[in-house]
């Protein structure tokens, strides 16, 4: 019997990504995917428990740094293999007035003082990270961020960018690479909790089936977003179970920030 939702749709379910990972493996392809977590500031307990999964799934996370509000003592706990740093903005500051959909990195400001934020965020990574410490990408809070803004970031000296959705070009300027999150978890507009199977799953199979009939840009690994401050214990459970189910699948595979934003030569 197939499940469905109160509105008629079909309900995915894990089988059904298994399913689709199937057909990557008899199509002879390998899907991959990546981690991205976000909003990370100081040590918390959840953060300890997002890199207690990480290492028991063995698979590597990307942590999303706010550099205006980090403490430096993020640097010992984020060391270590597996273990990407991005940049989340400056101050995850909201400058939208009230009719527009929040965001930092927005062109209603001037590009000056867009730039001068981003340039001090960037000092304060290279202070607490070190100058290899960290991957030199740019994650726009709220994941939005103008084209204007989007500009400047190669000038600055970023060669990543990551924001939600699939990409629409692999470089959306020269010396920029773009690779986004397909995945995520979090129900901001209901109870902040997890926004439940049927949105994660239908997200994931989504990707993955237009990768898969050309759709969508095929090199593009599916990005799992996360945010460890928001997460409730089915948060957790979802990662958990995702990680499993797709490490244990011989189509899919899990890659690095580093590997997806590489250095320009």
């Given at each position: 019997?197939?499940?469905?939702?109160?509105?008629?749709?079909?309900?995915?379910?894990?089988?059904?990504?298994?399913?689709?990972?199937?057909?990557?493996?008899?199509?002879?392809?390998?899907?991959?995917?990546?981690w991205r977590?976000?909003?990370?500031?100081?040590?918390?307990?959840?953060?300890?428990?997002?890199?207690?999964?990480?290492?028991?799934?063995?698979?590597?996370?990307?942590?999303?740094?706010?550099?205006?509000?980090?403490?430096?003592?993020?640097?010992?706990?984020?060391?270590?293999?597996?273990?990407?740093?991005?940049?989340?903005?400056?101050?995850?500051?909201?400058?939208?007035?009230?009719?527009?959909?929040?965001?930092?990195?927005?062109?209603?400001?001037?590009?000056?003082?867009?730039?001068?934020?981003?340039?001090?965020?960037?000092?304060?990574?290279?202070?607490?990270?070190?100058?290899?410490?960290?991957?030199?990408?740019?994650?726009?809070?709220?994941?939005?961020?103008?084209?204007?803004?989007?500009?400047?970031?190669?000038?600055?000296?970023?060669?990543?960018?990551?924001?939600?959705?699939?990409?629409?070009?692999?470089?959306?300027?020269?010396?920029?690479?773009?690779?986004?999150?397909?995945?995520?978890?979090?129900?901001?507009?209901?109870?902040?909790?997890?926004?439940?199977?049927?949105?994660?799953?239908?997200?994931?199979?989504?990707?993955l089936s237009?990768?898969?009939?050309?759709?969508?840009?095929r090199g593009?690994?599916?990005?799992?977003?996360?945010?460890?401050?928001?997460?409730?214990?089915?948060?957790?459970?979802?990662?958990?179970?995702?990680?499993?189910?797709?490490?244990?699948?011989?189509?899919?595979?899990?890659?690095?920030?580093?590997?997806?934003?590489?250095?320009?030569?």
């Amino acid at each position: 019997m197939v499940q469905r939702s109160q509105s008629g749709d079909r309900v995915s379910t894990w089988k059904d990504l298994t399913a689709e990972l199937d057909l990557w493996a008899e199509a002879g392809d390998v899907a991959t995917f990546w981690w991205r977590d976000d909003d990370a500031v100081r040590p918390t307990p959840p953060l300890d428990r997002l890199l207690n999964l990480r290492r028991k799934s063995g698979v590597p996370v990307a942590i999303a740094v706010v550099p205006a509000n980090a403490q430096p003592a993020l640097a010992e706990i984020l060391a270590g293999d597996d273990i990407d740093i991005l940049q989340h903005g400056y101050a995850h500051r909201n400058h939208k007035d009230e009719t527009g959909k929040r965001a930092e990195l927005g062109d209603d400001r001037g590009l000056w003082d867009i730039a001068r934020e981003l340039a001090d965020g960037r000092g304060r990574m290279f202070d607490i990270f070190g100058e290899d410490g960290w991957t030199e990408t740019m994650v726009p809070p709220w994941n939005r961020i103008d084209e204007p803004v989007t500009a400047l970031l190669p000038g600055l000296g970023f060669h990543g960018l990551s924001t939600f959705r699939a990409r629409e070009a692999v470089q959306p300027v020269p010396g920029l690479t773009a690779v986004n999150t397909h995945i995520d978890i979090v129900d901001w507009d209901g109870g902040r909790g997890y926004a439940g199977d049927q949105t994660t799953l239908s997200a994931a199979i989504a990707h993955l089936s237009a990768k898969r009939r050309g759709l969508a840009d095929r090199g593009e690994a599916t990005g799992l977003l996360t945010h460890h401050l928001a997460h409730d214990d089915t948060c957790w459970t979802f990662i958990d179970t995702f990680i499993d189910v797709t490490t244990g699948h011989t189509a899919a595979n899990w890659v690095s920030a580093r590997a997806l934003f590489p250095v320009p030569q």
